[in-house]
């Protein structure tokens, strides 16, 4: 039986989020509103794909169309946003053996290649996955490009003690023996986005990177994500904010979504191991299983991340056009 994939219909999407929770691949910003709003603050069109063999559901494929130019293009994140992943979240495959299993991923990407190409025509396209889609390969027999990229993953699953233990020298005395009372991190609302977000903009823009994601699209995500959590850390040394680290929390992950920059504040504090422990340590109490560091592809930071012992974990980057159009494409800031 063939898979059929369409624009998720009404009925569709009531249980659109559902499907989500129960995908590997699903993220936060696979949701419902969470896609919303990303397609709101892209100036996009989001065409939410989902596929069925019989009644059963296969997966899904948030798909984001941009006119710009008379120029059709066709994202999954949009650009601009700084999502960390998006793409296909598929569906009632674990149980199938490697033959079946291909075979029905493969024509749900089939199908929905199709869409994308019949009804969008789209003549630049970019996906970038979750970490737990784990085969590029539909992709790449559909004429995109296929760039693997990685991130660091930290278990939540052992204990507290055990998990210190295999920080780092450094990172572990800075979390040790920093005095509990010279700092406080707490996880805050609005104001601590804010701050959050101001803060990364100036740094970013000290380093001549552009860092255009509206403030309010992190506000707006937060306000109307259903089932996840978008978590603003600060730390606060005399009650004056010093960093945070904005960590988006769904299902049994926390990542280090935004925040985390090295501050200008003149405190004998490690900001940002305390940050990042602070986060571990909720983890650990509310039953997470990883802490996602989000990227593990800048050398410079990954000395950082690196002494957490995490695990390296791979995803993709997905390119689709030609190489005028992937020069146009350019135009968009921030499509990789």
């Known amino acids: 039986m063939s898979v059929d994939v369409r624009v998720a219909t009404a009925d569709d999407l009531e249980r659109w989020n559902e499907y989500v929770g129960r995908s590997p691949q699903g993220t936060l910003c696979h949701e419902l509103e969470a896609l919303r709003v990303q397609a709101e603050h892209a100036d996009a069109t989001l065409h939410p794909l989902i596929g069925f063999k019989g009644q059963e559901v296969v997966g899904l494929f948030p798909v984001f169309e941009i006119r710009k130019q008379f120029v059709t293009t066709a994202f999954s994140p949009p650009p601009h946003l700084r999502v960390p992943y998006l793409g296909p979240a598929l569906l009632n495959l674990e149980k199938l053996k490697q033959r079946k299993r291909e075979r029905r991923r493969q024509r749900f990407m089939d199908g929905c290649f199709e869409w994308i190409s019949s009804e969008l025509s789209p003549k630049y396209g970019h996906v970038r996955t979750s970490t737990a889609f784990d ?37 572990r005395s800075n979390v040790r023996n920093t005095d509990d009372d010279a700092y406080e991190v707490t996880v805050g609302g609005t104001e601590e986005i804010r701050l959050i977000h ?56 926390t990542g280090r979504w935004m925040g985390g920059v090295r501050t200008d504040a003149d405190v004998d504090v490690p900001t940002n191991d305390l940050l990042d422990w602070a986060i571990m340590k909720d983890g650990l109490e509310a039953g997470l299983e990883t802490y996602d ?23 993709y980057s997905l390119e689709y056009g030609s190489w005028g159009m992937r020069t146009v494409a350019s135009l968009y800031d921030n499509v990789k």
Do not use: C
């Open 293 to 315: 560091l989000v990227g593990a592809d800048t050398r410079r930071i990954n000395r950082y991340k690196a002494k957490f012992n995490p695990e390296l974990r791979t995803y």
């Open 198 to 253: 101001e803060q990364v903009q100036n740094r970013y823009e000290s380093q001549g990177i552009g860092f255009d994601v509206p403030v309010e699209f992190v506000l707006e995500l937060a306000d109307r994500s259903e089932n996840g959590h978008v978590r603003p850390y600060a730390l606060r040394v005399d009650g004056e904010f010093v960093g945070g680290i904005l960590a988006l929390e769904y299902g049994g992950t």
């Open 135 to 171: 085969d590029a390969r539909p992709f790449k027999w559909s004429g995109y490009e296929s760039t693997p990229e990685y991130t660091y993953a930290v278990d939540l699953t052992v204990p507290a003690d055990d998990l210190l233990m295999s920080f780092s020298s450094d990172a």
